[in-house]
């Protein structure tokens, strides 16, 4: 059992690139989510999503689109990257109001 | 506006002894309560949860505690190893139809052998 997956672990970007984080999930969970964390921050919500096809804003949207097409995936897409994009991002799933499961996490340098 | 507060960037505790991480929180409408735990370059991982009509949760060496009156929850980690050696997190969660997390910034643990 997989559980949440994203790839790539590490990404070095330029600014005004773009690129697309993919995540994807084999617990068959409705609930997927898109977190952020800065270095001596807590995990702050970019997107999420509560089925296929139905996505919303979390606290941090800005520069950042994600899709819902199907259960198991939610990649996250940043279009034209800045370096105040540079963070750790951390994808995940679950039931709702329960807890969620993480994947590993991308880092991402904006250079 | 930082609704979710872990006030002790760091803990250092000796192995065996208790381990005391603190999390206070502002919002009234949060109802449900968790801990995560994260070693470095991985992941989250759920540890603990606690509803707002409990005052209490347990599960093994960890255990939450609840004062909603003063808006602020702890986890004791009782005895503590070298292996609970991690960030801990919490979160909260308003319930109803909002499945979001709101976290804190985290207290790294330390436990000396």
């Known amino acids: 059992n997989a559980g949440v997956t994203q790839t790539p672990k590490f990404r070095i970007l330029k600014i005004g690139q773009s690129m697309t984080l993919q995540c994807a999930q084999d617990?068959?969970?409705?609930?997927m989510y898109w977190y952020r964390q800065d270095p001596g921050m807590g995990l702050k919500l970019i997107y999420y999503?509560?089925?296929?096809?139905?996505?919303d804003k979390g606290e941090v949207p800005n520069g950042y689109n994600v899709s819902r097409s199907t259960t198991e995936d939610f990649p996250l897409r940043l279009e034209l990257a800045a370096p105040s994009q540079t963070s750790v991002y951390f994808c995940?799933?679950?039931?709702?109001?329960?807890?969620?499961?993480f994947g590993q996490g991308t880092r991402l340098t904006v250079v | 506006d930082q609704q979710v507060k872990q006030n002790s960037p760091s803990l250092s505790v000796q192995e065996g002894r208790i381990s005391i991480l603190n999390c206070d929180y502002t919002?009234?409408?949060?109802?449900?309560f968790l801990w995560y735990k994260k070693y470095p370059a991985e992941g989250p991982t759920f540890l603990i949860s606690?509803?707002?009509?409990?005052d209490k949760n347990e599960d093994g060496r960890f255990t939450v505690f609840l004062n909603k009156s003063a808006k602020h929850l702890s986890l004791h980690i009782v005895p503590s190893q070298p292996g609970d050696s991690a960030v801990y997190f919490c979160?909260?969660?308003?319930?109803?139809?909002?499945?979001?997390?709101?976290f804190g910034k985290g207290t790294l643990l330390t436990v000396n052998p």
């Open positions: 995940a799933s679950g039931q709702g109001f329960a807890e969620a499961f």
């Open positions: 617990m068959n969970h409705n609930y």
């Open positions: 999503s509560v089925g296929a096809g139905i996505t």
């Open positions: 919002n009234s409408m949060f109802d449900y």
């Open positions: 606690i509803s707002s009509i409990k």
């Open positions: 979160a909260a969660n308003s319930g109803g139809s909002n499945y979001k997390l709101t």
